[in-house]
């Protein structure tokens, strides 16, 4: 079995709920079954909590235990890991030793893709055959050399690793201000439409307001021209009633003038005969006259 493969075995006899991930108190409940003291697993469990969040998920487990060879402590537990499932297999206990002390009955195609599988190294390479050429030609030509070119392989990826971590908790981090920004921008958009909804509904009442104002004024405004037009419509009958009564007036005028031009014409034609009368009377005045005078001058005689 691969680095790997009892790695999660183990990961699963700590998650005994099955809730996917393991605590201080999951890996401390196994403290009597371990070769190991509390502070030990103490230590253990911070150095797997790559993210410090106080649990360790499959991913951060199997990544830290493939990372063995720089920590005693992982090492140690590790062993015990293959032993206890071993022992819950019914298998003899066969505890796995460090990188150093792999068998040399082991072929070495199985051993590089081990020692891969320690390091993580699938995650991060995609061509992994410049690493094995030379590694092969290391533990071929220089296996004294082989050890320090391990380790190196364990720092470069330890430090790859520490930097996806780092770009993961970067990318989380990014993710909350996002998320927090979507919030904040969420919250601003609802105030927004509660400012909007209050200006219109303000809008909508001051130009009801309005409306019922000018409506006001509009019914005062036809009110006074209805009664403008009562008393123009009371004028124009007082008007009418004048006119018929003018109307009436100027046919008994001419009545009456007709009647004045006949007594007129009677009064010229009296004033005529008067006048001839009193031209008959004065021409016997004027005889009587002078038949008094021829008297009185005869009487004289």
Known sequence: LTVLGKAREFFQICDLEGKGFITRQDMQRLHPELPLSLEELEKVFVTLDADGNGSLTPKEFTTGFSEFGKHVSCIELYSYSILATSQSEGEAACPLKCKETISDDEDEEFQFSNLMDRLGAKKVLDDESDVKQLWLQLRKDEPHLLSNFEEFLV????????????????????????????????????????????????????????????????????????????????????????????????????????????????????????????????????????????????KEV
Do not use: W
Not at 196 to 218: C, G, M, P, V
Not at 270 to 292: G, K, Y
């Open 155 to 298: 720092r470069i990826f330890s430090q790859l690793q520490e930097a996806d971590n780092e770009k993961n908790e970067l990318e989380c981090a990014l993710k909350k201000k996002i998320a927090a920004y979507d919030e904040e921008i969420q919250h601003l958009y609802e105030e927004m439409e509660q400012q909007i909804k209050k200006e219109k509904e303000q809008f909508l009442l001051k130009d009801t307001e309005r409306f019922q104002s000018y409506s006001q004024e509009l019914e005062c405004k036809l009110l006074s021209k209805e009664q403008e037009l009562e008393q123009l419509v009371q004028k124009q009958k007082r008007l009418e009633q004048q006119c018929t009564e003018l109307l009436s007036g100027k046919e008994e005028t001419k009545v009456e003038n007709t009647k004045l031009k006949l007594t007129n014409q009677e009064l010229l034609r009296d004033l005529e005969r008067t006048s001839h009368e009193l031209s008959l009377a004065q021409q016997q005045l004027q005889v009587l006259q002078e038949e008094a005078s021829r008297l009185h001058e005869e």
